[in-house]
């Protein structure tokens, strides 16, 4: 089929890429000019496992292509996927403005019949407005608009596995004939026909994915639905923590058990920094607003993020209470994406950390292997390593803010001869403190017993004192 993508973003590029890999024939287009030229070169502009590979398999055997001409795009495509972004408000609401231009540039350039696949996520209600605007905008009396809403549940850095493999794909559609064209869309994936240009690992589920089919205002709920469940359980596993923290439990141990149950399930229960990223906390907020709109009072969800956002303030707490005065004091941070797997640190929760140990007066040193260059664009006045051992030289704390399994395989030993404190405060609970307190060091993390003044670590101070009085 002709599919043409509007939106060459995260969504909207794994969702062409994996489109054409489906065998269809894929135009992708955006209002970036300088995207579109980047992408024409074969340059991926986002980290994204997998997509570099396939995007260029794709483009070469001339399946996926790119265009700044919309217009020629919306012509020439038989299905339309929109993947504009659809950012927040200053309240909270999401930005429709995006999906209003892209309905009206249909609405206007159309000569044929299309299907309009709603695929960014948007509030309930949208689809109805689209289709609004659709027809009220319609240049070609011949061209008639289906419209539909494919809700996508892709993780960044594994989008690319989640799109082929997916657990599941929702239709929400309102007349047969879109339900056939999504069908025949979706054709290869649900049967889990299409040979696959590079080797995907870790699929998700080797079942084929289930069919959901609903109305459209069903589908854009379960969209929201789905990241708002996810963002309270985290948080409902961060408050957890902070009682194991009290009452002296082990958070791990706690929602292994809990995660145990089948009707709760093991994932999205690791406590820590809280969820960030520029989906989960967007969501939330937009799916607050929609229930205030219509008169319903969603606390628990308004909880959830509160909750979330308290993470920052307790982990920098830590920070203080290990340091005890932070100005001047040698920070190395390990981990700025908002989550691993991935360059993008929109509404991570190092951001907000880093602002408030740079008003305190603290000299930061960090290093993401991916995402440094996004943060130092921010934050020019942090110093980015090379490698994470020079992050560690002379710091008086080290910090991880992402769960990156490198850090994990650290020469920990090594870290511990390079620090001037050996202080480690986990955000991700990445480490195992007890190892972590054996190898010497004041190791801080959420909902987990640490120590301190082990024997082991009195003697490492000890030591480290007796070779720098030597040195005087
Ligand atoms: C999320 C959803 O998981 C996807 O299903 C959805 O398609 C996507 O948003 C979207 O709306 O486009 P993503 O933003 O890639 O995906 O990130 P997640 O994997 O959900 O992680 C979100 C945040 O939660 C990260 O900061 C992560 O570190 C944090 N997290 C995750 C925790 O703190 N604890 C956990 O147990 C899991």
């Known amino acids: 089929m002709r599919i043409s993508v509007i939106g060459c973003g995260y969504v909207g590029l794994v969702t062409g890429t994996c489109l054409a890999e489906a065998g269809h024939e894929v135009v992708c287009t955006d209002n970036d000019p300088e995207r579109i030229a980047t992408l024409k070169a074969g340059v991926v502009p986002i980290y994204e496992q997998h997509l570099d590979a396939m995007l260029t398999e794709n483009h070469r055997s001339g399946r996926l292509s790119f265009t700044s001409d919309a217009g020629a795009a919306v012509r020439g495509g038989e299905a339309i996927f929109i993947c504009v972004g659809t950012p927040p408000l200053e309240n909270g609401e999401a930005d429709l403005s995006a999906i209003d231009n892209v309905a009206r540039l249909i609405a206007t350039e159309a000569s044929e019949s299309k299907l309009v696949v709603e695929k960014s996520t948007v509030p309930a209600q949208t689809g109805q407005q689209l289709k609004r605007v659709l027809e009220v905008y319609r240049r070609n009396g011949g061209a008639e608009f289906r419209v539909a809403s494919n809700p996508e549940f892709l993780r960044e850095g594994t989008a690319v596995e989640d799109f082929l493999h997916p657990d599941r794909i929702v239709f929400g559609v309102e007349d047969e004939q879109s339900e056939r064209q999504l069908r025949e869309i979706y054709r290869p994936i649900l049967e889990r026909r299409f040979r696959c240009s590079v080797h995907l690992t870790g699929c998700p589920t080797t079942k084929p994915p289930t069919l959901v089919v609903t109305t459209i205002s069903s589908a854009e709920l379960i969209k929201h639905a789905s990241n708002s469940f996810l963002a309270m359980k985290i948080s409902y596993a961060n408050m957890i923590a902070d009682v194991c923290e009290k009452v002296g439990g082990d958070i791990k141990e706690v929602t292994r058990a809990l995660g ?213």
């Open 260 to 472: 145990l149950d089948p009707r709760i399930g093991p994932r999205f229960l690791d406590a820590g920094l809280g969820f960030g990223g520029f989906c989960l906390p967007k969501d939330v907020q937009a799916f607050i607003r929609l229930a205030e709109r219509s008169g319903v009072d969603f606390s628990m969800l308004k909880e959830a993020e509160r909750v979330n956002k308290h993470r920052i303030d307790l982990f920098l707490e830590k920070i203080r209470q290990a340091l005890w005065v932070v100005k001047d004091k040698k920070v190395g941070v390990l981990g700025l994406a908002f989550k691993a797997n991935t360059d993008d640190i929109r509404f991570a929760p190092s951001l907000e950390i880093l602002r408030r140990l740079l008003a305190e007066g603290a000299q930061i040193r960090a290093y993401d292997q991916e995402a440094m260059d996004r943060t130092s664009n921010v934050f020019p006045q942090i110093h980015c390593c090379r490698e994470p051992y020079d992050v560690a030289r002379e710091a008086d704390a080290l910090l991880i803010l992402t769960e990156w399994e490198e850090f994990r395989l650290l020469d920990w030993e090594r870290i511990h001869g390079l620090m001037a404190r050996p202080l480690v405060i986990d955000g991700r609970n990445l480490l195992n403190p007890e190892a972590m307190m054996e190898r010497g060091f004041e190791y801080y993390c959420f909902g987990r017993p640490t120590q301190t003044a082990t024997p082991q670590f009195m003697a490492a101070q000890v030591s480290k004192f007796s070779e720098a009085s030597a040195r005087i």
